[in-house]
C-alpha cells in the first residue's frame, strides 16, 4: 500500500494533528510524520513534496496555522493529492489558515477540510487510496457502520432519558 506523508509546520501543531495520526494506524496504512515550515524549512518541505511520488506516498497532508502556506507549497512540487487542514492558532481563530489553504491559484488545487480538521483530512486521504484497494474499502465501510451505531445507540440513551 502507498503511504500518506502527514506534515505540519510546527511541533506545537501535533497535538491537532493526533486524530489523524491515530485514524491513520488504526486502518493500517503506512504514514511518516514531519515538521516541515514553508517558511523556516522551505528547501526540506520542497525536497519532500518533490521525491514524494518516488518514496512511496499516494497522498499529502499538511497542517499549519496562521498563513498556512505549508499545503501550497508543497502541491506546488507534487501532482499528488494535497489536503490542507488549517488549524487554529492566532487571534483570528483559525480564519487566516482557512483562506490561505482554501484560496489556491488556478492549476495548484489543495483539497481543503475544516478548521482543526485533521481527522478528516486522514479519512480523506484513506478514501483516495481506497480507490484502489478493495480491503481498505471494506474497512471505511466497517467504519462507517460503527459510527452509525454509535449514533443510534446515543439516540435509544436519549430516548429511555426522556421516557419516549
Known amino acids: 500500500m502507498k503511504k ?3 506534515l505540519m509546520g510546527s511541533a506545537s501543531d501535533l497535538e491537532l ?3 489523524a495520526l491515530d485514524l491513520l494506524a488504526q486502518l493500517a496504512i503506512p504514514t511518516e510524520v514531519h515538521i516541515y515550515s514553508a517558511h523556516r524549512t522551505p528547501a526540506e518541505a520542497m525536497a519532500f513534496a518533490q521525491n514524494a511520488e518516488a518514496n512511496g506516498f499516494a497522498v499529502l497532508v499538511a ?3 496562521k ?3 505549508l499545503a501550497g507549497a508543497l502541491a506546488a512540487e507534487t501532482v499528488l493529492p494535497v489536503i490542507g487542514v488549517p488549524l487554529k492558532s492566532s487571534a483570528l481563530e483559525g480564519l487566516d489558515a482557512l483562506l490561505s489553504t482554501v484560496q489556491m491559484p488556478r492549476g495548484m488545487p489543495v483539497a481543503t477540510v475544516a478548521i482543526d480538521g485533521a481527522y478528516n483530512a486522514a479519512l480523506l486521504a484513506a478514501q483516495i487510496l ?3 484497494d478493495a480491503g481498505l474499502r471494506e474497512k471505511l465501510k466497517e467504519l462507517r457502520r460503527e459510527m ?3 449514533v443510534l445507540a446515543q439516540d435509544k440513551e436519549l430516548q429511555q ?3 419516549q
Open 148 to 150: 452509525a451505531a454509535a
Open 67 to 69: 498563513a498556512a502556506h
Open 130 to 132: 481506497a480507490v484502489e
Open 17 to 19: 494533528v493526533e486524530p
Open 4 to 6: 500518506v506523508g502527514v
Open 63 to 65: 497542517a499549519a496555522g
Open 161 to 163: 432519558k426522556r421516557g
